[in-house]
């Protein structure tokens, strides 16, 4: 389970933290930072993939020229807080190793180079062992020499192993690409890093595992019901971020009538659809359609369905289907659905990460739906916000800010937001902060 996030000089953050719970809620003005936060998570994922730099920033294409990924927005001329040189992002987190749960952190430095982005420090830490599962460095000249030098810590004979640094000459430059922890993780030496010869690197590639299992399993979602209408074939069991293969993971969800209960159930609650069942016709392709039938009889197919209604059956499809991630990434889940529902759909995201095997972070712009925010996740409940013009975004949680508590226990959350008054609030803290400093 992710617990915090950490940026320094990525996008428009300088330096800022994000606690982050089950259920963590985002809010704050157009242009404060929320859709950042999700960039520097699809960076994180971008590495978990086993992606250069490069590629994690700009795109990744497969054989055949196949687009895998797509880069983050801005690229290298917008990833750095005010034209920087570099920026950082550092992870915090929990991980289960059967009956072991280890607390860890990650972190990772990259600076924007000419010709290719590079990575100049980076480190995994485990807080049961005395020292780092791994530690690297690297310089990188303008006359193209570097020196890397990669610190890895034997814990079976209990001391440590150092890499001696590598020179490499001009236009020879081994620079770090790919981060260490991807490579480690799948057994590989990392290249030209000057470790010794007989290191043993069971420990280091299971604690990389570990971490990579945090953020390899990240969802984006980003519905279009336009493309959640399209039928799809049999077996297509992973729902695309933009919903595509809605019809066959709805099929797939239904081979199993308690989950197809329990969406029926979900569905009734959250529309006006006096859904009974779900079927899914083929076409003359074999490619399966949706299509939800009433009690009166009416047969409804995802090519009339309301955009709500698809946007909730995408929502279901990914919390409650057979390929769950372990973290989603929401932007306006709100968007489309009528507001007497958001406490439902608030309900089932509540419901889903209670057991803890998942968590979700949403952004919105709903002052309704935060007041049906439970106590727990109103605790993650955090403020992008920005200071005047200032290009600085800050993230602060609402429930630290001073006599929020008490506001939000007479007038809920939504007076707050609606008012402005957090904004104003974190402005007059800076004012005072700066008179008294």
């Given at each position: 389970?992710?617990?915090?996030l950490?940026?320094?000089?990525?996008?428009?953050?300088?330096?800022?933290?994000?606690?982050?719970?089950?259920?963590?809620?985002?809010?704050?003005?157009?242009?404060?930072?929320?859709?950042?936060?999700?960039d520097?998570f699809?960076?994180?994922?971008?590495?978990?993939?086993?992606?250069s730099?490069?590629?994690i920033?700009?795109?990744?294409?497969?054989e055949?020229?196949?687009?895998?990924?797509?880069g983050?927005?801005?690229?290298t001329k917008?990833?750095?807080?005010?034209?920087?040189?570099?920026?950082a992002?550092?992870?915090?987190?929990s991980?289960?190793?059967?009956?072991?749960e280890y607390?860890?952190?990650?972190?990772?430095?990259?600076?924007?180079?000419?010709?290719?982005?590079y990575?100049?420090?980076?480190?995994?830490n485990?807080?049961k062992?005395?020292?780092?599962?791994?530690?690297?460095?690297?310089?990188?000249?303008?006359?193209?020499?570097n020196s890397?030098?990669?610190?890895?810590?034997?814990?079976?004979?209990?001391?440590?192993?150092?890499?001696?640094?590598?020179?490499i000459?001009?236009?020879?430059?081994?620079?770090?690409?790919i981060?260490?922890?991807?490579?480690?993780?799948?057994?590989?030496?990392?290249y030209?890093q000057?470790?010794?010869?007989?290191?043993?690197?069971?420990?280091?590639?299971?604690?990389?595992?570990?971490?990579?299992?945090?953020?390899?399993?990240?969802?984006?979602?980003?519905?279009?019901?336009?493309?959640?209408?399209?039928?799809?074939?049999?077996?297509?069991?992973?729902?695309?971020?933009?919903?595509?293969n809605?019809?066959?993971v709805?099929l797939?969800i239904?081979?199993?009538?308690?989950?197809k209960a329990?969406?029926?159930?979900?569905?009734?609650?959250?529309?006006p659809m006096?859904?009974?069942?779900?079927?899914?016709?083929?076409?003359f392709?074999?490619?399966?359609?949706?299509r939800?039938?009433?009690?009166?009889?009416?047969?409804?197919?995802a090519y009339?369905a309301?955009?709500?209604?698809l946007?909730?059956l995408?929502?279901l499809?990914?919390?409650?289907?057979n390929?769950?991630?372990r973290?989603?990434?929401f932007?306006e889940?709100?968007?489309?659905?009528?507001?007497?529902?958001l406490?439902?759909?608030?309900?089932?995201?509540e419901?889903?990460?209670a057991?803890?095997?998942?968590?979700?972070?949403?952004?919105?712009?709903?002052?309704l739906?935060l007041?049906?925010?439970?106590?727990?996740?109103?605790?993650?409940a955090?403020?992008?916000?920005?200071?005047?013009?200032?290009?600085?975004?800050?993230?602060?949680?609402?429930?630290?800010?001073?006599?929020?508590r008490?506001?939000?226990?007479?007038?809920?959350?939504?007076?707050l937001?609606?008012?402005?008054?957090?904004?104003?609030?974190?402005?007059?803290?800076?004012?005072?902060?700066?008179?008294?400093?």
């Amino acid at each position: 389970m992710l617990k915090s996030l950490r940026l320094e000089n990525f996008k428009s953050f300088k330096n800022a933290e994000l606690s982050l719970g089950d259920l963590t809620v985002l809010v704050g003005t157009n242009a404060s930072g929320k859709s950042n936060i999700r960039d520097a998570f699809r960076f994180l994922h971008g590495i978990s993939r086993g992606y250069s730099i490069a590629e994690i920033i700009g795109e990744k294409y497969g054989e055949g020229g196949v687009l895998q990924w797509r880069g983050i927005r801005g690229g290298t001329k917008e990833i750095t807080y005010c034209g920087a040189d570099s920026f950082a992002i550092a992870i915090s987190f929990s991980v289960q190793d059967g009956d072991t749960e280890y607390d860890m952190d990650y972190h990772i430095k990259v600076r924007l180079a000419n010709p290719v982005p590079y990575i100049t420090d980076e480190r995994l830490n485990c807080k049961k062992k005395e020292y780092p599962i791994f530690e690297s460095q690297s310089t990188y000249t303008l006359a193209f020499s570097n020196s890397n030098g990669v610190h890895f810590y034997d814990y079976w004979e209990s001391y440590k192993v150092y890499a001696n640094p590598v020179i490499i000459e001009k236009y020879d430059y081994m620079a770090n690409y790919i981060p260490i922890l991807s490579q480690v993780s799948k057994g590989v030496k990392p290249y030209g890093q000057g470790i010794r010869e007989n290191f043993d690197s069971s420990i280091a590639k299971k604690f990389c595992e570990l971490a990579l299992n945090v953020i390899s399993e990240m969802r984006f979602l980003d519905l279009s019901p336009d493309v959640m209408r399209l039928p799809t074939f049999s077996g297509q069991n992973v729902l695309g971020d933009r919903g595509e293969n809605l019809s066959s993971v709805m099929l797939d969800i239904c081979r199993d009538e308690t989950r197809k209960a329990i969406l029926l159930d979900w569905l009734q609650a959250l529309t006006p659809m006096d859904a009974k069942d779900f079927d899914f016709p083929e076409d003359f392709t074999g490619k399966v359609l949706l299509r939800i039938e009433e009690a009166s009889g009416q047969k409804t197919t995802a090519y009339s369905a309301s955009d709500g209604t698809l946007r909730f059956l995408g929502l279901l499809a990914a919390l409650l289907g057979n390929q769950r991630s372990r973290f989603y990434f929401f932007e306006e889940p709100e968007n489309g659905i009528h507001p007497n529902r958001l406490s439902l759909l608030l309900q089932l995201m509540e419901q889903e990460v209670a057991n803890g095997s998942m968590q979700i972070v949403i952004t919105t712009h709903s002052p309704l739906l935060l007041n049906f925010l439970s106590p727990a996740s109103l605790e993650y409940a955090s403020l992008m916000y920005r200071i005047g013009d200032r290009a600085e975004s800050r993230i602060t949680k609402i429930m630290d800010i001073p006599n929020a508590r008490e506001l939000i226990a007479n007038d809920g959350l939504s007076s707050l937001l609606d008012s402005g008054w957090l904004e104003d609030a974190m402005y007059f803290l800076e004012d005072e902060e700066v008179q008294n400093a």
